[in-house]
């Protein structure tokens, strides 16, 4: 076969931009003609339920992206299936040497990029990956061993020693694309109906731009679920319409808290690589050995938001109805559900996944064994949210709670479906007998 050295095939996945994007950085620095392809990826969209508003932001973002690659006189390519079948495939098709992408750190992903590299090298082809998803990844912030860290703190202080501008330095691949081999034709782009998934869009997507006022007032700010103070991205972290790096600049200069949540980000990112096992298992093993009661009836009125408590109910309330939940109720509803109703984590995990605009599986998981005190560096098992106290102390007005729980304060609101002093007492008596 006559492949064209100086062509390259860039595929995008959880970096849906043209602007500051790593791996297509690389690609149109070091080739003439660059191929930007997208694959609706049939091992993930076949498990989803057909009106999910994740797939209706991606086919919105991919549209607006192909229109981007068209002003430059480029065509995103459009795929639908199974990446592993697909990828090798097109390469051959185009006769590229180089396939670049950007890497992904959970364990599917992971695998599956490594089958494929396995594909494209049969046939003499080079599979490139690039960091763009995240600050530092893998192995860059170490001990001094060279082990990962598993305790936030120290990883931390690591993690901003070792930061400059260099990693913050923005990559201009909009300005190489521009000079990338103009295309001739432009492909069209299949409908979301034809992939079966319904076009209507029940929730709304929150602006990628955070407003400076969110980085000032954030570390006062942040932990009151009725104001707008937090910057509400993750839906753009997780895939990539947002760059890491402009918004790790804008918190370095303005919210050295904000910041943080940056690097607990990166952290669970760094934790789900080099211990894939967490995905599905306790990261201190010998949490998976407690006997969760797992009450489904209660598990369902956690869910509906039908707990009679009414942080926890609003919180669950405004997941199921915007696909998002503020950061400070998610610890006390993740709380509610593995102290007080002794529910095993995983089916939180589980919940959050469906529902989530932002769900992202490093930090969900970090974030519900934090909760079930099973994680790294998680909440020790003593310690038990109390949800009235949450309240009293984050929404002393019930203003989020009455945003969101229309019949509190009248017979209709339930009584709580557990006591809370019964509820602690026997969830430390359980995890003190069981993990010592």
């Known amino acids: 076969m006559n492949i064209v050295e ?64 068209k002003d430059l006189g480029l065509d995103l390519r459009i795929y639908y ?26 364990p599917k992903a992971i695998a599956r990029d490594l089958f ?11 599979y490139i990956g690039s960091k763009d998803h995240v600050i530092f990844e893998k192995s860059e912030v170490v001990k001094a061993d060279n082990s990962p860290y598993t305790v936030f703190t120290p990883y931390m202080k ?34 979301l109906e034809e992939m079966g998934f319904s076009s209507v869009q029940n929730q709304s997507f929150p602006p990628k731009d955070v407003p400076a006022t969110i980085f000032k007032e954030y570390v006062d700010k942040r932990d009151y679920p ?51 096992q967490s995905v599905d298992f306790s990261f201190k093993k010998k949490y998976d050995l407690i006997p969760w009661e797992n009450n489904e009836s209660l598990f369902y009125k956690w869910c509906e938001g039908k707990t009679g408590y009414p942080i926890v109910d ?8 915007t696909g998002f939940m503020h950061n400070r109720v998610r610890m006390i509803v993740a709380s509610f559900l593995t102290k007080h109703l002794l529910i095993d984590w995983k089916w939180g995990e589980t919940y959050f996944a469906e529902k989530l ?44 709670i009455k945003k969101w729980v229309k019949e509190f304060g009248t017979e209709d609101y339930p009584e709580p479906i557990i ?18």
């Open 158 to 191: 690591k993690w901003r020693e070792k930061l400059n501008e260099f990693f913050l330095r923005s990559y201009p691949s909009e300005l190489y694309c521009s000079n990338l081999t103009k295309c001739g034709t432009f492909s069209s782009l299949i409908s």
């Open 6 to 69: 100086n062509s390259a095939l860039f595929w995008h996945r959880r970096d849906l931009r043209i602007k500051d994007n790593s791996g297509l950085y690389k690609a149109a620095r070091n080739h003439s003609k660059v191929y930007p392809i997208f694959i609706f990826d049939t091992t993930i969209l076949d498990k989803l339920p057909k009106n999910d508003q994740r797939v209706i932001f991606i086919y919105n973002t991919i549209q607006t992206l192909k229109e981007e690659y």
């Open 357 to 400: 605009l932002d769900y992202d599986l490093a930090s969900n998981v970090g974030g519900w064994q934090w909760a079930a005190s099973s994680g790294c560096d998680a909440s020790p098992y003593f310690r038990v949210f109390n949800p009235t106290l949450q309240q009293q102390k984050f929404d002393k007005e019930f203003q989020y």
């Open 314 to 321: 609003a919180g669950m309330r405004e997941l199921n109805s």
């Open 419 to 436: 006591e809370h002093t019964f509820a602690r007492n026997r969830v430390i008596a359980v995890y003190k007998k069981t993990v010592g």
């Open 226 to 276: 009725s104001l707008n103070a937090t910057s509400k991205v993750g839906l753009h972290l997780r895939f990539g319409t947002l760059s890491i790096r402009d918004l790790a600049r804008q918190a370095k200069e303005t919210s050295s808290s904000y910041l943080n949540e940056l690097i607990w980000r990166d952290f669970y990112q760094m934790i789900i690589y080099h211990f894939p």
């Open 81 to 106: 299936g199974d990446p592993c079948v697909l990828l090798p495939q097109i390469a051959l098709e185009l006769n590229v040497k180089k396939v670049y992408s950007n890497n992904d750190y959970e």
């Open 116 to 126: 494929i590299y396995s594909e494209l090298k049969k046939n003499d082809l080079q």
